[in-house]
């Protein structure tokens, strides 16, 4: 059987921690590119010398051609820029929507077989031109984001019920922004939804509300403290999930940026934006279309046309 091949389109924060876990995982061998001289190189060589010491059999390279990501399986692409304390992510959509032109010409000439995932921002949109610009069946696009802001509910839910975060889970749907839905009522503990949680004397449904504010503005609270670039070991540990299913055929039903054509969870039209999805060696198998609230539904549409809105900024910018 051959060996797996994942090219990282973008080298800096969360690309390097990409390469970091795929070696620690044995998911593949690595081509690191970027457009930065010396950076794919560098930390492919740094990450190459990791390997005898962690004991894993991984190999790395670094290119800023894209012949090198030629036949990949897999792409994860975080080129672009990230934000700035006090930027919006929706600020970095002209620099970003041309990157992803240019990245999704490199995908399309070099691996057009290949599963993609999108973690640059603004993300749902940055998905819709990336699969646009590289003319993949939208089931092997996605963005990553809903695993990233599931883990961070769960993550705050654990430390609030003082539970494992392993027998935390988290439902979050639309898209990744301020308008971003969790959804309480199918998020658990060890099964137990949340709303039962608080009748249980647990939480209290304004703690519970407070935990879901903090999860919309998670990014925001990690970029007000770094202060020089956002989050990206949760963002790369995300992707790696994502990647992982699919190389696996796992079959995990995971919320990802994916596409929904119209009819579907109540959309007039196609639209790229966050929802359960089963992924495995198809991509992108099956869109897991639950029923949803009124309450809950005015909340994914608003979601969902916060993204129309940029998708037609960036129509005008292609
Ligand atoms: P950073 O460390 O700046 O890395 C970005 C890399 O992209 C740099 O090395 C650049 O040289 C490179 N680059 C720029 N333009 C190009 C190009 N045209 N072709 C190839 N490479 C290029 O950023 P980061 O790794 O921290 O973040 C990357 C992206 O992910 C940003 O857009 C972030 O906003 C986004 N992000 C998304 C999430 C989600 O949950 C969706 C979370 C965190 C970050």
Redesign the pocket.
Known sequence: MARKKIAL???????GTLAHLIGLKELGDVVM????EG?PQGKGLDIAESTPVEGVNARYSGANDYSAIKDSDVVIV??????KPGMS?DD?IGI?TK?MV??GQGIKENCPNAFVIV???P?DVMVWVLQQASGLPANKVVG??GV?DSARFRHFLAEEFNVSPEDVTAFVLGG?GDTMVPLTRYSTVAGIPLPDLVKMGWTTQEKLDQIVQRTRDG?AEIVGLLKT????YA?AASGIAMAEAYLKDKKRVMPVAALVKAGQFGQKDDIYVGVPVVIGEGGVERLVEIELSAEEQAAFDKSADAVRSLVAVAKGLL
């Open positions: 389109v973008g080298s800096g924060n969360i690309g590119f970027d457009i930065a950076i975080t080129a672009g820029v990230p934000r992510r970095l970003n990157v240019s990245v973690i640059t921002n993300l990553m984001a990233l990744h990014g670039g956002s989050a990206f963002p």
